[in-house]
């Protein structure tokens, strides 16, 4: 075990490993903030804990997506005058109004008709987000010499992003509540899978070389990424 990474990754899990002499098998735990960690005991190889991970996938994937949509420190919302929403790392208050069909951003208050909620501001954000990500994506995809076919801005459960072996990326709704330094890293980190489709040393080499402190804002990303705005599934 003495080869063995704090990070383990096994297909798009990123595993913090830990070992305890105490083990005498793995633990699988999905931490608060979304993070999955391993305590493991000393005998076990890089290839047995990947075997376990990958037997425990639908588990995992399960209690990340509670993690990611009931997180225990998101308040309910209510849709109502005052309340705020993120929009690139800065908080917007809602102003409902009687009449408007979508939801818009008018002198720093985002307007919501009557009797709208949660569906409107998704599409809202999806919008927006698609405008905004689409100025952004070219200038990193040149710096990281990929094409980039299609961008889309969707509902992607857990998941900050993916994309498609065709260069199509996808970037969580979600995402455009982070400040514009974390979305870059989403973006890139989306990109960079575009020429490697895992998370080896040289995937992060790559992302490291178009975004030297790619690291800060990963752990950035972590500790904000659940404090999010999520409603409930499927939107
Ligand atoms: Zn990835």
């Given at each position: 075990m003495s080869d063995f990474p704090g990070v383990l990754h096994v297909g798009d899990l990123d595993v913090n490993v830990s070992v305890s002499e105490r083990r005498r098998s793995v633990r699988l735990t999905v931490e608060r903030d979304a993070?999955?960690?391993?305590?493991?005991?000393?005998?076990?190889?890089?290839?047995?804990?990947?075997?376990?991970?990958?037997?425990?996938?639908?588990?995992?994937?399960?209690?990340?997506?509670?993690?990611r949509e009931l997180g225990?420190?998101?308040?309910?919302?209510?849709?109502?005058?005052?309340?705020?929403?993120?929009?690139?790392?800065?908080?917007?208050?809602?102003?409902?109004?009687?009449?408007?069909?979508?939801?818009?951003?008018?002198?720093?208050?985002?307007?919501?008709?009557?009797?709208?909620?949660?569906?409107?501001?998704?599409?809202?954000?999806?919008?927006?987000?698609?405008?905004?990500?689409?100025?952004?994506?070219?200038?990193?995809a040149s710096r990281l010499g990929v094409e980039v076919s299609g961008l889309r801005v969707l509902p992607l459960g857990y998941r900050w992003g993916s994309c498609s072996p065709s260069g199509t990326v996808n970037i969580h709704w979600a995402t455009m509540q982070l400040p514009p330094t974390l979305i870059d890293y989403v973006l890139v980190h989306e990109l960079a899978h575009l020429l490697r489709h895992d998370h080896s040393a040289e995937f992060w080499r790559l992302v490291e070389r178009a975004m030297p402190d790619f690291q800060d804002r990963r752990e950035l990303l972590r500790r904000l990424g659940p404090d999010l705005w999520l409603p409930e599934e499927g939107l």
């Open positions: 993070s999955v960690t391993a305590v493991v005991p000393p005998e076990v190889s890089r290839d047995e804990l990947a075997k376990v991970v990958r037997a425990k996938r639908s588990w995992l994937y399960g209690k990340l997506a509670e993690r225990e420190s998101r308040p309910a919302r209510e849709y109502v005058s005052g309340e705020g929403f993120p929009y690139l790392g800065r908080s917007y208050r809602l102003r409902i109004v009687d009449r408007a069909r979508e939801v818009r951003l008018v002198r720093g208050r985002l307007e919501l008709g009557r009797g709208g909620g949660a569906e409107e501001l998704v599409r809202w954000y999806r919008r927006v987000g698609e405008t905004w990500l689409k100025r952004r994506v070219e200038p990193w």
